[in-house]
């Protein structure tokens, strides 16, 4: 009797112990290893970092997707991180774009990986033909603090000083006195450069009036007189005639009573030859 109850119990427990085994091969068949969004958000973080990147990715933690067999490939959507594409290299892998939320200023900072190759040394024909890098110039004018409406007084909140190519404009001011306390003829937008025709009138130069010419060319720096054709405001354009050369030239007004020429305006705004031939 015993024997027949103890052949019992052990049938017993190898049939529940093959029902666990099917169970537990049931289960992982039916239910894959995953990869989550947390998991996936940390690879793009990863990545951007060697690129010089802090990435905050948009995707949702608990988001969950097939797990890979091979590692994820992670690149730069239409040429800059601002979106990551996640890939999943596998035979049926899968494919989602992913916000990274990074710096506007350092959007473009990603270069794809190239191949290393020796350098040649150029020829003669290609060193002459090599682009030289110009050198933008700047200086500092007067510029919009923040926003005024047309008939404000200017105060010294409204302005400041900020440097600007030389090419930006040529009817700008260097000295914030020179445009205080003056009357706004127009709305003036934050970060605009404040210009002459934008105050009302000022004349600093009065048609006339004996003033120095300016003329910089480089380190050189030649004076002459002149005598104003047109009234002009401090930092607009007078027309002045050099007493010396009989010439009519352009220049901008600096102060009440000099107006500048610079090394590359000296050609464009000679007006008039007065000199008889």
Not at 40 to 47: A, L, M, P, R, T
Not at 97 to 125: C, F, S
Not at 220 to 248: D, P
Request: with cysteine.
């Amino acid at each position: 009797m015993k024997r027949l109850i103890f052949s019992f119990l052990f049938v017993v427990s190898l049939i529940c112990g093959l029902t666990e085994v099917a169970n537990a091969v049931n289960t992982a068949d039916a239910d894959p290893k995953f990869i989550y969004g947390k998991d996936i958000n940390q690879k793009i973080i990863d990545v951007l970092a060697e690129q010089g990147l802090a990435a905050q990715p948009s995707l949702r933690n608990g988001r969950r997707f097939r797990a890979c067999n091979a590692a994820l490939n992670i690149t730069p959507l239409q040429g800059n991180f601002r979106t990551a594409s996640v890939k999943c290299p596998d035979r049926d892998g899968w494919s989602i774009a992913v916000r990274t939320r990074i710096a506007k200023t350092l959007v473009n900072t990603y270069q794809a990986p190239t191949k290393v190759e020796a350098k040649k040394a150029p020829t003669k024909v290609e060193a002459k033909k090599a682009p030289t890098k110009v050198e933008v110039k700047t200086m500092m004018v007067v510029t919009m603090s923040r926003s005024v409406k047309r008939g404000a007084v200017i105060t010294a909140d409204d302005v400041k000083l900020a440097p600007v190519s030389r090419k930006t404009s040529k009817h700008y001011f260097t000295r914030i006195q020179d445009v205080v306390a003056r009357k706004a003829t127009r709305n003036m937008a934050i970060d605009r450069i404040v210009e002459a025709r934008q105050l009302e009138l000022n004349w600093a130069i009065r048609t006339g009036e004996k003033v120095m010419i300016e003329h910089k060319i480089g380190p050189v720096q030649v004076l002459s007189e002149g005598v104003a054709l047109s009234n002009a405001q401090l930092g607009g354009t007078a027309r002045i005639l050099n007493t010396k050369s009989k010439r009519e030239v352009e220049g901008i007004v600096v102060s009440g009573k000099k107006i500048f020429i610079g090394a590359n305006m000296s050609e464009n705004l000679v007006v008039k030859d007065n000199r008889r031939r």
